[in-house]
């Protein structure tokens, strides 16, 4: 029976399609073929030399070692998209939350309550302390336009705001779904300076890190607000401090907060909260369970970060899959060793993503125990499964 680990607390309809598949799930298990997690932290964990993938319920795989799982064959997938409208709803909260003052509002209302005054005469008396200004026909600049950025726009142009939005690798298929409305940008600093309100919807990568620093800062419009749902690291904190104090940034929105950052009070700090509905945790470990069970009863590779897409329809007695470098010749090795043993081939895709391949081949017969070795002993082989 295979085992699943999971890390974090998972929405029991992903673990329901593992349980049903016959698979062990559980915190503890002894030797997990497959991790299942969200945010937990895993850049200093020893892995089983069980361990064949790591399905991330959720977008950003930063939290774990994707190059090393690349050396080790293991396949680390995401759940693109399965979250975005959970962050998008908060994104839009935020944009208000950063313009109207409703947290200082409300905070001060209980307050005046505590105080033992009588709350109804306050408020208006007291309201004029809160004014905020609105959103519409203010410009609002999206930095990464990925499944999150293009709901973002499209949402603030249809809530009547001017939308730029940045992303130095927008595909096609992602600007098809962008409201024609949305300006988009190839130099970010006009994003920078044009900008009410920014929001970063970008992964956090080393080349991402401080994406807003205080030269950036520098360029942006006086009074702008800052909204940061992606990662904390891409903000640079002191700069930021320095930004609010000055009055350059009028609220700094982050669901990533850390003791820093909360010391200003024009910081409204939110707790990791961007994915968390119902719905989207749903979606999430249902997508990630799947990718779990296909690549563990299948081979197939859907949504991994560090392996190539590789799905083929099951055929053949057996199926053998190779995680190898892609360089040339390995094919060529591969279906001589199977050839070695008579083995007709029935099937075969190889895919290859930067320095990685995978080959899938489905032939009509059992594969030895020296076969399995043998592929295993080619140079640059790096996994090998064989399945029935
Ligand atoms: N707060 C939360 O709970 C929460 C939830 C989901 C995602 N996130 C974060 O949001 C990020 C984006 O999520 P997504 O689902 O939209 O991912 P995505 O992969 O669909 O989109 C990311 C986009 O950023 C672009 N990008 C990469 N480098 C860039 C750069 N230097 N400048 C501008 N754009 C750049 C990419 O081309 C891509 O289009 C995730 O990586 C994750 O860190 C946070
Ligand atoms: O699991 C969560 O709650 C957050 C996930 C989020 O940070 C992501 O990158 O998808």
Sequence with gaps: MMQIQTMNKIDPAGLAILEQDGFQ??????????????????????????LLAIARAGAGTNNIPVDRCAQ?????FNTPGANANAVKELAIAAMLLASR???????????????GVDVAAAVEKGKSAFVGPEIMGKTLGV?????????????????????????????VETALRLDRHVRIVKDESILWKS????????????????????????????????????????VNDEAMLAALE????????????????????RVVAIPHLGASSPESER????????????????????NSVNFPSAVMDRGGAARVCVIHRNVPSVLASLTAALSQQGLNIENL???????????????????????????RGLENVIRVRVLH
């Design 25 to 50: 799930v559980g915190d503890t298990v002894d030797a997990p073929e497959g991790l299942l997690l969200r945010s937990a932290k895993i850049h200093d964990m020893e892995f089983p030399a069980s």
């Design 72 to 76: 080790a064959g293991i396949v680390v």
């Design 101 to 115: 003052n409703i947290i200082g509002g409300s905070d001060w209302v209980r307050e005046q309550a505590a105080a």
């Design 143 to 171: 930095v990464g336009l990925g499944a999150i950025g293009v709901l973002v726009a499209n949402t603030a142009i249809a809530m009547g705001m001017e939308v730029i939005g940045y992303d130095p690798y927008l595909s």
């Design 195 to 234: 900008s009410d309100y920014v929001t970063l919807h970008l992964p956090y990568m080393p080349q991402t890190k401080d994406t807003v620093n205080a030269q950036v800062l520098a360029e942006m419009k006086e009074g702008v607000r800052v909204i940061n749902l992606a990662r904390g690291e891409l």
């Design 246 to 265: 000055s009055g350059k940034v009028a609220c700094y929105v982050t669901d990533f907060p850390n003791s820093r950052i909360v010391t200003d009070p």
């Design 283 to 302: 979606n999430c470990a249902v997508m990630a369970a799947q990718e779990l069970v296909d690549y563990l009863e299948n081979g197939n590779i859907r």
């Design 349 to 375: 895709t190889n895919k290859s993503a930067k320095e990685y391949a995978y080959t899938m081949v489905d032939v009509d017969g059992d594969v030895s125990a020296d076969t399995e070795a043998a592929i």
